[in-house]
């Protein structure tokens, strides 16, 4: 898990106020990912950054923003949340290569929106 | 869109037995991955298979892959209490991939 670093681990918000989710990979990959685990769903894939471009956005509500601002850095802007936001933020990322990869995952931040 | 789907749900056994979890899914893949999660945490990668791969180990772990199904089976051997845990599969469809899609998993229990 410290290939992959996210901060905070835990974090509790009302719904009028502004955070952020951070992710750092010291893995040298090239290509960052987030994604939602909520209780009895499937992980639901955010949004991909790939060579530090986006390269989906899985229908995401605006609230989310992602940045990526360098192929190690990863941020998720949070503002007016909903309580069904409330969930594990998992960031990962990979070296992407033709052929398959494995994705690398930080140890999440448990966000409970109230 | 849910590509994997694994079963059973949750699985409870004893330490010493094996534990057999199915993933099945719904188009062509380039990859399947099986993922390990402890409670709370991250996933963690265990084992890739390709599509021209009918099986593979790691350790006490055997992992099958049937294209004509359109199924894997990830088996553990000699689970110990340790191996508690969820397991996901992920299958990447994309020609030279960058998301997975994963299932909803299967929680194994091993009880000493």
């Known amino acids: 898990e410290t290939g992959v670093t996210q901060t905070p681990r835990h974090l509790v918000m009302g719904m009028t106020n502004k955070k952020s989710l951070k992710c750092e990979q010291h893995?040298?990959?090239?290509?960052m990912y987030w994604y939602k685990q909520s209780a009895k769903k499937p992980l639901e894939l955010m949004f991909v950054?790939?060579?530090?471009?986006?390269?989906e956005n899985n229908s995401v509500p605006s609230r989310f923003s992602p940045e990526c601002p360098n192929s190690s850095h990863l941020f998720l802007h949070l503002h007016t949340l909903q309580p069904e936001d409330s969930a594990l933020y998992l960031c990962?990322?990979?070296?992407?290569?033709?052929?398959?990869?494995?994705?690398?995952f930080g140890p999440g931040t448990r966000l409970t929106v109230l | 869109s849910q590509q994997g789907e694994e079963d059973p749900q949750a699985l409870s056994i004893q330490e010493g037995e094996n534990a057999t979890m199915n993933c099945s899914y719904k188009?062509?893949?380039?990859?399947l991955q099986w993922y390990r999660q402890n409670s709370g945490r991250g996933l963690v990668h265990l084992i890739l298979i390709r599509s021209n791969e009918r099986e593979k180990h790691s350790g006490r772990l055997r992992v099958t892959l049937d294209t004509s199904k359109k199924s894997s089976s990830l088996l553990i051997t000699a689970s110990r209490a340790a191996d508690t845990a969820s397991y996901f599969c992920a299958t990447d469809a994309r020609q030279a991939g960058t998301a997975l899609i994963f299932g909803k998993g299967t929680t194994l229990s091993v009880s000493s």
């Open positions: 950054y790939s060579l530090e471009e986006r390269v």
């Open positions: 893995l040298g990959h090239n290509a």
């Open positions: 990962a990322s990979s070296q992407v290569l033709a052929g398959g990869y494995e994705q690398f």
């Open positions: 188009t062509s893949i380039n990859n």
